[in-house]
């Protein structure tokens, strides 16, 4: 994926936080919705030696690669699918997988994804206006802000990237693709500095990257995947079983805050963390994208 580019090793995010919630034992089945580079996994699947089984699902075929690099070395008791985490039932019914005692997500882009510069989620560096997990589907970035009206555009920035100044965003990239399609990443970041005021232009944090962030949530339906896998990864597991989900920005950890608050009510799970596990200083220090990770983890009701 690197492309010739030197980039960031690829490190998991709260690797001990998550393995400690998830408690894999020896023998035990775990489904793996978001693999990446497999970071998570090899640490579970050292847990759950000798004959543990792991399935791992990324829409990322590069992502899929690189795992089945990293993971290599165990063998048959690895399975890799490039699937939507929101299709985990049928993957795993289709592929004679029953329960699982461990589930895990780890929401979000990896270092791969965004130190890539073709696959256009940066703007740190130049690149095509895509953002796609999956390069099979037809909706891109460039789609989106090529071809989507003002309203729709601005709906999509307030709503995935809290950007308060969404309508002026909105509105400035639709009257300069009039002149000229957008097809970079710099050329857009910089139309929406044009957009907005100039001490939101200065300010600590990038003015592109609320709008990036809410470009690539809506690429991918990122926040519909998770509503809809939720329930699914419930109900796959076993009596006991563990379920775990890393997110990066509030509307995940809103979404998976409500899901396991309701199933705990009703009894259906048991909350490991009532509130969410992060990064330490130390971690921090490594991996400062690890900085808005946040940690939620519960079992199944027996």
Request: with cysteine; charged share 30%.
């Amino acid at each position: 994926m690197e492309n010739g580019r030197a980039t960031a090793p690829h490190l998991p995010v709260l690797l001990n936080e998550t393995v400690s919630a998830l408690d894999p034992q020896g023998g035990d089945d775990v489904l793996d919705g978001t693999l990446g580079a497999g970071g998570h996994a090899a640490a579970i699947l050292e847990r759950t030696a000798p004959d543990g089984r792991y399935l791992g699902l990324d829409l990322d075929a590069t992502a899929l690669e690189t795992a089945r690099r990293n993971l290599d070395r165990f063998g048959s008791r690895v399975m890799l699918v490039r699937g939507s985490y929101r299709e985990a039932a049928s993957i795993a019914a289709s592929r004679g997988w029953g329960s699982f005692q461990a589930a895990l997500l780890d929401l979000g882009f990896s270092s791969m994804e965004i130190d890539d510069p073709t696959r256009g989620f940066s703007f740190r560096t130049d690149g095509p206006l895509d953002m796609r997990y999956d390069d099979r589907q037809e909706l891109t970035a460039a789609v989106i802000v090529n071809g989507w009206s003002r309203d729709e555009i601005e709906r999509v920035i307030r709503l995935y990237g809290e950007e308060r100044f969404a309508r002026r965003i909105a509105e400035r990239l639709v009257e300069e693709r009039r002149r000229q399609r957008f097809t970079g990443t710099l050329e857009l970041a910089e139309a929406i500095a044009r957009a907005v005021p100039a001490g939101y232009r200065h300010g600590p944090i990038h003015c592109a990257t609320r709008t990036f962030q809410a470009l690539r949530i809506a690429v991918n339906d990122e926040l519909g995947a998770l509503t809809e896998a939720l329930p699914v990864l419930l109900d796959l597991l076993a009596p006991g079983g563990r379920l775990a989900v890393i997110s990066f920005h509030s509307l995940e950890d809103r979404i998976v805050k409500r899901f396991m608050r309701r199933a705990s009510d009703e009894g259906r799970l048991k909350l490991l963390n009532k509130k969410p596990v992060t990064a330490s200083a130390e971690e921090l220090r490594e991996n400062p994208r690890a900085r808005s990770a946040k940690l939620r983890a519960a079992m199944k009701s027996e």
